[in-house]
């Protein structure tokens, strides 16, 4: 997939200082074309050349005058995020609107020379170089991390309630005693009575 992306300026100067902007960003100067009234062939075959589609040319052309220039880029694919940054630095100079989108997509076809490789002319997949992160990633990530030492929940092997009171884990089993201490029963407690009656 490629992105055909269209400003017109108000001078030939101005295109220019946009081309320069673009070569300073990382474009390709094969995928850039500047379009003038004055030029070797028709301005209906330049445009056809550099992949304009057919209704943004008409419009184009008509409004090609009084020293007007039009730039083309053709955003590619790979790496992604050509075409976010060509479009971000083609609008920061003012351009003409001329009434049609200024990019479109376009399908390409796979070549056979190409069809056992996922891009022979970049060594990282989904790379951005348009974006200052780590290795250009897409998504600004390392690729790969270090792996990190497992640890416990505490460092050192602490006991977690050790964090909130001092206090004893394990205590020693005390002795099991009976209800009242020694040997008197507990009727004795509440009058002093025989605990068992003779029968008259």
Do not use: C
């Not at 056992?116 to 951005?128: E, I, K, Q, R, T």
């Not at 991390?145 to 020693?172: N, T, V």
């Not at 020694?182 to 509440?190: C, D, K």
């Amino acid at each position: 997939m490629t992105t055909i992306i269209t400003r017109l300026y108000a001078d030939a100067a101005t295109a220019r200082g946009v081309v320069s902007a673009l070569l300073a960003k990382g474009h390709d100067q094969d995928t850039i074309d500047v379009i003038g009234s004055d030029g070797v062939g028709t301005v209906a075959d330049r445009m056809k050349a550099a992949a304009v589609n057919a209704t943004s040319a008409a419009a184009y052309a008509a409004a090609l005058t009084g020293g007007r220039t039009l730039v083309v880029v053709r955003a590619p694919f790979a790496p992604m995020g050509t075409a976010r940054n060509a479009m971000r630095v083609m609008d920061r100079t003012p351009s003409v609107d001329v009434g049609v989108p200024g990019s479109e997509y376009r399908s390409e076809s796979m070549s056979i020379v190409n069809a056992g490789s996922v891009m022979l002319d970049h060594p990282y997949f989904m790379s951005n170089p348009h974006r200052p992160m780590s290795h250009g990633h897409v998504f600004g990530a390392k690729l790969l991390s270090a792996r990190k030492e497992r640890r416990s929940a505490i460092a050192g092997g602490r006991l977690m309630s050790g964090m909130f009171w001092p206090m004893k884990h394990l205590s020693a089993r005390k002795e099991r005693t009976s209800a009242i201490k020694g040997t008197w029963l507990f009727s004795r407690l509440l009058a002093d009575m025989p605990t068992v009656m003779r029968s008259r």
